[in-house]
């Protein structure tokens, strides 16, 4: 086997590989708050430094972090006791009494009743969320979101 012929199948495989970079990159970005939401094939992920909150290419849900509050189930009613919020999520009722810091909202159909929050980013479609109290940041990147004032949670 002459050099060139060895070569050949390198290159072919460098370029392919360049290209399946290229083609399956995703689109990362970050929300206020310091929160980075990755979007590529595999899933999307949420971070917030203390903790997260993953969905994979397949609907498996991962957690983790501390200083986190992670929510992927159905319906739930939980103190924030000052803590982030991410949920993940879709068709429940989820009331959060009590002041967060950061609520992420990533799901559809979702009803969601916060007490109080810094911020509140909503990611996703047909998404409800109320706000007990305060007047919070608000980033919608979905569509027919509503963010208000009231809900059923307590301050």
Do not use: K, W
Not at 10 to 39: E, I, K, N
Not at 107 to 124: E, R
């Amino acid at each position: 086997m002459t050099a060139s012929a060895i070569r050949t199948p390198a290159r072919l495989a460098a370029v392919l590989v360049t290209a399946a970079a290229f083609g399956l990159t995703g689109c990362s970005f970050s929300l206020p708050g310091g929160q980075d939401v990755s979007v590529d094939p595999d899933g999307v992920n949420i971070d917030n430094g203390d903790g997260e909150v993953s969905v994979d290419g397949e609907g498996g849900v991962g957690v983790g972090g501390d200083e986190v509050l992670n929510v992927t189930g159905g319906d739930l009613t939980e103190d924030c006791l000052g803590r982030a919020v991410n949920i993940a999520s879709e068709d429940a009722e989820i009331v959060l009494n009590g002041a967060c810091t950061t609520v992420t909202v990533a799901g559809s159909n979702l009803t969601v009743h916060i007490g109080s929050a810094d911020s509140i980013h909503v990611i996703g479609a047909d998404n409800t969320v109320y706000h007990a109290s305060g007047d919070p940041d608000v980033t919608d990147l979905g569509g027919g979101n509503s963010v208000s004032s009231g809900g059923d949670a307590t301050p």
